[in-house]
């Protein structure tokens, strides 16, 4: 079966410092691989897909950047967060059949407090 | 600018009743319809997807989808006081489109 793993659980970084967050996916081969950001009070919003490795669309500009080093890991970076990054950070993983998307499965998520 | 459209709530109903929770999408494209639950500082999880006009039974679970008026909704019989999360529509388009679009959720209160 399919597993997804994202950590840290829980991240305090003062303003101004980077950040990675990394995910993986087993059991599964060429997923789609999203990232996705839940502010306070505020719906998920989809930050960057990725199809394939290398493969990286980006769905609001801001100081996020994502990689696709392998196939199942999917990285999210910033080099100076600001405070208005703060809030749940979510991988999920996917497929397409045909032109259709099938559903995204999410990992345990990754709460960023920027201070 | 796609949009999925949800009550926020809080939707309160007792334990036993029938939850029902709506959900409107502003993409006639649309193709495929989800339904995630999510507690209080935890993940969405999948509980029900709907790709056909009509309804989808999976327990006391049942999704109710019509393309032509683009709404969505989710029924919860027989509420639990565990079933207390919030909920979350979500919808893809088709044609090669790779993302979820997602609803801010409709929190629901199961009161014992």
């Known amino acids: 079966s399919q597993t997804i793993h994202q950590w840290p659980a829980t991240l305090v970084q003062p303003v101004g410092s980077p950040l990675s967050l990394e995910c993986t996916v087993e059991g599964t081969s060429n997923p789609n691989l999203y990232w996705y950001r839940q502010a306070a009070g505020r719906g998920l919003q989809l930050l960057f897909y990725s199809v394939g490795i290398g493969q990286i669309s980006s769905e609001v500009p801001q100081n996020l950047s994502a990689s696709r080093p392998q196939d199942r890991q999917f990285i999210l970076s910033s080099k100076k967060l600001l405070l208005s990054d703060s809030g749940f950070y979510l991988c999920a993983w996917g497929f397409s059949l045909g032109q259709m998307n099938t559903e995204a499965f999410f990992g345990q998520g990754t709460r960023l407090t920027v201070v | 600018q796609k949009e999925v459209e949800q009550n926020s709530g809080p939707l309160s109903v007792p334990e036993g009743a029938i939850a029902s929770l709506n959900c409107t999408y502003s993409d006639r494209g649309s193709q495929s319809f989800f339904w995630y639950r999510q507690y209080s500082g935890k993940s969405p999880e999948l509980i029900m997807f709907?790709?056909?006009?009509g309804d989808k039974e999976d327990g006391r679970f049942t999704a109710q989808l019509n393309k032509a008026s683009q709404y969505v909704s989710l029924l919860i019989r027989d509420s639990q006081p565990s079933d207390s999360a919030t909920y979350l529509c979500?919808?893809?388009?088709?044609?090669?489109?790779?993302?979820?679009?997602f609803g801010k959720g409709t929190k629901l209160s199961v009161i014992p």
């Open positions: 709907i790709y056909s006009n």
């Open positions: 979500a919808v893809t388009s088709g044609a090669g489109s790779y993302q979820l679009t």
